[in-house]
């Protein structure tokens, strides 16, 4: 196993992807420097940090490693209707991560930067005798007072949700071993590549904005995100769980069982945006759908209940019971 020092690894893998954006000045100085935009936008700042144990398992391949790292972040930009413009990177990094997986983790990053044409402006690089953790700080564009926000939903309007739900869960339990194992290795394999490669909504988000009321992108679980949205718009939600959107690899998964369908209801690691629009903005949120290329869906509606709580309805109209709503770290 052949191990770079710190300086070798920032210059071999981490510089090329550098050359984008010239405020990273090459990673040969102690920071980034960039003039703010100069079309007055506002800054949108977000981070997000995958631990390794916790959000990625240590047997997923590094490039998706790197690729998820941002793709998280890309969706957070999403959910604010942002432009992503470029980003810095804290990896801390175990003895279990030998060359040939950081030159695989430059490798995925690489790709994806390229896809959104995005620099790398800087970072850190540190060890550490736990599990290795990368943190990704995102700036993105937004026009002044054009951003997204859980806060403006009102009573009476509809909620939406881009793409399917439920696919990066069920792929965490087809890697673990547990959860429900698909019948046909295509479905295993597809449901899979969502969890370790999420599809962040960013042309969707910049569509969104002035129509959608309330928006975040789906992490938690969408029982439990719609309940944050909720509370946000001081309002209650109500979720018909038959309209939540399926690939047909999660619905085959899923069958007719009440607790598969739970998993996918309160899994998490979606990354879809949910979003409130007043009624008669249906077919204008489908417009900007399909102008972004992706399907958005009517799964309910706010309402006026109890704020923060959501109810979620099957098929029949009678409420399910789900034994918990999504994801909470503890510690
Ligand atoms: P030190 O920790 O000794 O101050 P620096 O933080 O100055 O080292 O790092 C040197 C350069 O390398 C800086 O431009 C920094 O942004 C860049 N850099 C370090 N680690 C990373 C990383 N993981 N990803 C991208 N750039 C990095
Ligand atoms: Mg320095």
Known sequence: MTRRGEFDLIHDLFAPLARRHPAALGLTDDAAVMPPPA??????????T???????????PPESVARKALRVNLSDMAAMGATPTG?????????????AWLEGFAAGLDADLSTWSLGLLGGDTVSTPGPASFSVTMLGTVPPGAHLTRSGGSPGEDLWVSGTIGDSALGLGVLTGDGPAPADPAHAAALARRYQVPEPRVALGQ?????????LDVSDGL???????????????????AAVPLSAAARATVGTDPAHLARVLTGGDDYELLFAAPRGQAAAVQAAAAGAGVAVTRIGRLDSGAVG????????GAPLTLARAGWVHRW
Do not use: K, Y
């Open 223 to 241: 029982v439990a995100d719609l309940g944050h949205l909720a509370r946000a718009s001081g309002c209650a939600a109500r979720l018909e769980a």
């Open 39 to 48: 079309d007055g936008s506002h800054l949108v700042i977000s981070v997000d």
């Open 87 to 99: 980003l810095v990177l804290s990896a801390a990094l175990s003895p279990a991560l030998d060359d």
């Open 207 to 215: 569509a969104l904005r002035g129509l959608a009321t309330a928006a």
């Open 50 to 60: 995958l631990v390794i144990g916790v959000h990625i398992r240590p047997e997923d």
């Open 309 to 316: 709580t959501v109810a979620v309805v099957g098929s029949d």
